[in-house]
C-alpha cells in the first residue's frame, strides 16, 4: 500500500472527484466553473507533462491532491504555480502544508526561480496563513475579483515566494 | 471595404499573424511559447466565445488585433481580460490605444466588473504608460517574471481598472 504523497494515477480521479467537486461547488476557494461533469473536471486536474499532479493517500484513504507546473508558457515558464485541493473530512491535520512543502520542495528540484499562486481568495484564512507561514508574500490583491458564495465579493491575492 | 475596429474574421489570421509571430519573437512582452507553427498560434489568439476578438484595418490593411473575454471563469468571470498585437509598422499611431478604448468600452458594456492585465512587462514602458493613461493601476508587480530578451529578468505588472 501506498502511503504519503506521490504521484496521481488515473484511476485515482474517482477519489478526488468527491472532494475536489465539494470544494468548488463551496464556492469560497477556486473559480473552476461549477456544475461540471467529472470528466471535465478531471481535464482540468489531471493535466499531462510538463504539470505534475499527486495525491496525500493515508490507510487507504486520499485526503488531497495537488497539481503544479508553470504559470505562464514562454518567457514566463521559469516561475512554477499550483492548486491544492484537501478533503473536507482531513482538515486541520497539516495536509495543506505536507501537498505545500512537497510542491515547493519540487519546484526548486526542478529549477524555478519562484513560485507565484494567482489567486488565493483574500477570505480563505486558512490558505492565506498557510502559505504566509511558508514565506510567501502578498504581492497585490485584486479587489472585488471572487464571488464568494457567503462573502460575496472579496479579493484575490497574488502571492509569491523566490526560490532562486 | 471595412475600416476601423471590427470583429476578426477566419481569414483575417493570414493577416495577423505575421506581426503577431514577430511580436512573440521579439521577445519584450509576451510569454507565449516562440516558435509556433501558425495554426497553432491561431488557437492560442481566435478563440470561440465568451472570447471576442477584433481588428484594426486601415485602408486594407490589419495594423493590430485585441483579443478579450473574462479573465477567470466561474466565480471570478465578472472580471474581464485582454491581449493586444499592433503591428511594428504602425506603432506610434494610437492603435494600441484605440483597441484599449475599445476593449474598455465592450467590457462595460458586456457588464464585467472591472478589467485586469496579468502580466503587463514592466520594461514595456509603452504599454505601462497607455493603460495607466486609461486608469488603470497596478495592484502589484512579480518580480523577475519575464525573461525579457534584451533586459533579461524584469517584472511583470498586474494591472486593474474598476468599472462598475
Redesign the interface.
Same mark, same amino acid.
Given at each position: 500500500m501506498s502511503e504519503g504523497i506521490r504521484p496521481a494515477r488515473g484511476e485515482d480521479w474517482a477519489r478526488i472527484h468527491p472532494f475536489w467537486a465539494a470544494i468548488?461547488a463551496d464556492?469560497e476557494s477556486?473559480?473552476? #466553473?461549477?456544475g461540471l461533469t467529472s470528466d471535465a473536471a478531471r481535464a482540468l486536474w489531471m493535466e499531462p507533462p510538463p504539470w505534475r499532479v499527486v495525491v496525500l493517500e493515508e490507510e487507504g484513504r486520499i485526503l488531497g491532491s495537488a497539481k503544479m507546473g508553470p $504559470?505562464? #508558457?514562454?518567457?514566463?515558464?521559469? @516561475?512554477a504555480t499550483a492548486s491544492f485541493m484537501v478533503a473536507a473530512a482531513a482538515r486541520g491535520r497539516g495536509v495543506g502544508r505536507r501537498l505545500g512543502e512537497d510542491m515547493i520542495a519540487w519546484a526548486r528540484a526542478s529549477g524555478y526561480?519562484?513560485i507565484?499562486f $494567482?489567486?488565493v481568495v483574500a477570505t480563505n484564512e486558512g490558505a492565506v496563513r498557510l502559505w504566509t507561514g511558508l514565506g510567501f508574500r502578498? @504581492?497585490?490583491? @485584486? #479587489?472585488?475579483?471572487?464571488?464568494?458564495r457567503r462573502h460575496g /465579493?472579496v479579493g /484575490?491575492h /497574488?502571492m509569491?515566494l #523566490?526560490l532562486?
Open positions: 468548488v464556492g477556486y473559480t473552476y #466553473p461549477e $504559470n505562464r #508558457p514562454g518567457r514566463g515558464d521559469h @516561475v526561480r519562484a507565484q $494567482n489567486a502578498i @504581492v497585490g490583491t @485584486v #479587489p472585488e475579483a471572487f464571488r464568494s /465579493l /484575490l /497574488l509569491h #523566490p532562486a
